[in-house]
Every structure is written in C-alpha cells, then in structure tokens.
C-alpha cells in the first residue's frame, strides 16, 4: 500500500519534471524569438526590394529608356526633405512639386547648406509614396547615390535627373519623393 508520503513524493518529482520540460520549452521560445527578431531587417529589406513596397527606390542609377512619352497623362510629382537629428543643414527641394508625363525625363534641384562649424558628410535617403509607385519611378542621377561632403558655412545645390516609367498603374497620379539627410560624418573616417 503506498502511503499518502510516498504519492506526495511522486506527485513532487513529477512536478519538477513538468517544471523543467516547461523551462526547456520556454527558453527555446525565447532563443527562437530573439533569432526571429534578429533576422527579420534584413528579410524585410529583400522583400521591399523584391516588391518595391515602403517606398525603396533603387540605390543605383536606372538608364533612360526612350520608348515615348505619354502626353495624355500627367503625373504629378512632390519632393519633401528631411533632416535627421542631428544634423544642421539647410535641406530643401528647389520646387516643391512638378508636373511629368510618363516617360519624360525630368531634372531638379535639392538645396542644402552646412550651418554647422565644422565639416559635415550627408547622405540622402530616398523613399517614394505610395510604395507601388517606388517601382516606376527611375532616378537616373541622384545626389543621394554618393556621399555630399560640404564644408562649414557652404551651399550647394544637388540634381536629380528622373521618368516615371509609362508602365505606371493609371490609378497613381501622384507620387511624394521624400529624401531624409543623415551625418554620416563619424562613418565615413
């Protein structure tokens, strides 16, 4: 006959047992999550690349493909900048919005100015809105392809040569290029 010490002694073994499988489980979910976490930049890079979704645009320069322009249409075009903190340049677009026709290249300016007392490298970060567009919209030459090492006290204007592919969706009549400045400055020594 087994006395109620001995269930007591079962029941508490076979708890400590559930008790560390549960731990086992549960440090395993915890590894596997950080893994996750950690992987999942640079899959949700690859999958805006592959889809062209949140607005990333292609860091290298597309070439000009005269296959006509779309005269019927007309798209219009907003430039926005943005200075990340820390980082005291004056940074604007030279017009705020154009108008283009499908497939017609356009060029632009961006302005900047260095406010700061010493010397400052930006680098420009395009994103374009809505992110679908980002897949038709073809930068031929962009400041935001090099680093823009400026001085203390200088100016400088910046182009951007660009088309809107005539294979943009009819529904999109507006695109929004915005470009947010970063100091890079520390990275680049």
Known sequence: ????????????????????????????????????????????????????????????????????????????????????????????????????HPGEMKLVSFYAKNNASHDIIGQAVPSVSPGLAANYFHKIECFCFTQQPLAAGKEVEMSLQFYVDLELPADINTLTLSYTLYDITEKSS
């Open 1 to 100: 006959m087994s006395t109620d010490d001995d269930k007591a002694n079962i029941n508490t073994s076979t708890g400590i047992s559930n008790n560390n499988k549960t731990v086992r489980k549960l440090l395993l979910v915890v590894v596997a999550m950080f893994g996750f976490g950690f992987a999942l930049v640079p899959l949700y890079d690859v999958f805006c690349d592959i889809t062209g979704l949140n607005g990333k645009t292609n860091d290298t320069a597309a070439t000009y493909e005269a296959d006509g322009i779309d005269k019927l249409r007309t798209v219009k075009v907003q430039f926005i900048t943005r200075n990340a903190k820390g980082i005291p340049w004056e940074f604007e677009p030279v017009i705020n919005e154009i108008s283009v």
